[in-house]
């Protein structure tokens, strides 16, 4: 579905991924594409055949299974070109490493259907690869925009943000709308959240928005405050 973006000149979809309520993005302008977090997504590939485009850059804002489901679908759709941190590159390549392999266990507790729903979806064996690998921060040009990510570890070894024109933030896991971030799973530390992460986003304008990994997009200064301070 149609996305709203403060930078006007970009077409922006957001599509979920049942049912975590992951959230893929795509971005579209002057026939580039760029695609954050992929999943499994006909209606995404579809629209990409309707504007006649036929490559993207593909952003994993980190290296879990539902944040890297689609790399492998896409690449045979289109020519992809995927981007991520060295951490995120070493682990997407493992099942283990990706938490593909155990996946499943974050949801025992839920009930019948959402384990089944879950199972449905889940390739304990999945392993993707990368194309462009970087550590620290990367500029990439889309279009006429700048596309900046910076490392920022936490919530998982291979953590990144990605900012927009400095007016939209792309925060994986790394920054969800009134919860705090989960830095337990493994590779997770809240101390190298607190240093790298949190500092990244306090030095952040207020006004910036936020399209998180999971849940609802909306403004820094409100949405994301409690998550912040937590």
């Known amino acids: 579905m149609r996305c709203w973006l403060p930078i006007v000149d970009i077409e922006a979809y957001s599509f979920t991924f049942e049912p975590i309520d992951e959230r893929m993005y795509l971005l579209l302008c002057d026939g580039w594409a760029l695609i954050v977090d992929p999943f499994v997504c006909d209606e995404a590939v579809q629209i990409l055949g309707n504007k006649r ?17 689609g790399v492998n ?13 060295n951490e995120c590159a070493i682990r997407i390549g ?22 089944s ?4 979806i889940l390739d304990r064996a999945y392993a993707c690869r990368a194309d462009v690998t970087f550590s620290g ?26 900012l927009l024109d400095g007016k939209c933030l792309f925060s994986g896991d790394s ?36 399209l998180p990994g999971h849940g609802e997009a909306g403004p820094l200064s409100t949405l994301f405050r409690r998550a912040m301070n937590e």
């Open 53 to 69: 485009i036929v490559s993207a850059d593909v952003i994993l804002t980190h290296e879990h299974f539902d944040h890297i489901s």
């Open 73 to 85: 679908y896409f690449r045979e759709q289109i020519n992809c070109r995927v981007i991520c941190t």
């Open 94 to 115: 493992s099942p283990k490493l990706n938490m593909a392999a155990h996946f499943d266990a974050l949801f025992a507790t839920r009930s019948a259907d959402v384990r």
């Open 117 to 120: 729903r879950v199972d449905a």
């Open 137 to 162: 921060r990367m500029e990439l040009a889309f279009a006429r925009h700048s596309a900046v990510m910076t490392e920022t570890r936490g919530h998982s070894k291979g953590s990144l943000f990605l």
């Open 175 to 210: 920054l969800i709308a009134r919860v705090p971030v989960v830095t337990r799973l493994p590779g997770g530390s809240r101390k190298e959240y607190e240093e790298t992460a949190l500092s990244y986003l306090r030095d952040l304008d207020e006004g910036v928005y936020v």
